[in-house]
């Protein structure tokens, strides 16, 4: 059911459950700050002293039992894309949780991420592969899906920059599938990642008292990749594949532009490090509150240029070019920034 045919009541129950979503992730965040779980500080980390982690247990909790009551709400009898949806998230959460305790092996978390991604994308296509041109299409999706997990996995680096443009690109996803009519399965869902990161975010910004930890950067990123998947199939949506990417088109170019010039210097791409361009502006001197302040300004510029496209005030090039003019201009700041900074080198 669609925002525009629900009766009053569902709308107050509905409003109320996310006012109650964001009180209990707040609550939970609080909780996991007292399990005393500690991120220690390394060669490779922002913060000086050791910081409690695990907030996206929080983040993940809200989200797991936000969406069917959002659904049940709203009447809404759960499609396969709902369920794979959930299952994954759940998924993938326990196994990162498992990983913040214990880390393990790069290329078992790899693992991981690339079995939930197949989950959503064979329940977002609705039916199994049986052609070359649906097997194209489930690999191309989860591509997308592990990409998304690792590119807010590996810039949640910086107390609260992660989690706020995650927040900003749910935000406005939930707005531009209430302006196409689309269903509580797609605005629904963003809107409670939306108030489970809402509670978290105040544990984490300005000063991180608690750090999502994989299991939420994680999480977040695949919620995020299959929101991005349900505008691509909403017909009222103009180019609604690439939305999602121009909304983390700030994030997106850092982590690919990173990896690009780590492989071309023969750098292990799993390898952790600090050479990502949010982490150089640190190290150059830049205050970590600019530095995401930044990047949720970028989330919200291209947001904008998303809502533009999507409702046909502008092009595909205008859309494009206004996020790639700003990554530039970013980019030359941070390189200005290194090269003037004594003992810095990328």
Known sequence: MTLVHADHGAAMLFVLLLGAGATVAALLSRRVIGLRILDYPTGRSAHARPVPKGGGLA?????????????????????????????????????????????????????????????????????????????????????????????????????????????????????????????????????????????????????????????????????????????????????????????????LADVGVTLLRRAMLRRPLLQAHREHFYQMAHRGGMEPTAITMLAWAATLCGAVAAGALAGGVIGLPAATGGPLALQLVWAAVVIWRVRHAPGVRW
């Open 59 to 251: 983040i993940l909790a809200v989200f797991m039992t936000g969406v069917p009551l959002a659904q049940m709400l709203w009447h809404h009898a759960p499609t396969l894309a709902d369920k794979t949806l959930l299952a994954a998230t759940a998924w993938l959460g326990l196994f990162s949780w498992r990983d913040d305790m214990h880390p393990m092996p790069a290329l078992w978390k790899l693992r991981a991420q690339v079995l939930a991604a197949l989950l959503v994308a064979w329940g977002s296509l609705g039916v199994l592969p049986h052609d070359g041109a649906a097997w194209t299409a489930l690999a191309g999706r989860s591509l997308w899906l592990v990409v998304l997990c690792n590119a807010i996995n590996f810039m949640d680096g910086l107390d609260g920059l992660a989690a706020g443009c995650t927040l900003l690109a749910c935000m406005a996803t939930a707005l531009l599938c209430l302006h196409a009519g689309a269903g509580v399965d797609t605005w629904g869902t963003a809107l409670v990642m939306a108030v489970a990161i809402a509670g978290f975010l105040p544990f984490n910004f300005p000063r991180a008292r608690l750090f999502m930890g994989d299991v939420g950067s994680q999480c977040c990123g695949l919620v995020l990749g299959a929101l991005g998947l349900h505008m691509a199939d909403l017909p009222p949506l103009a180019h609604g594949r690439v939305l999602m990417p121009l909304m983390l088109s700030g994030l």
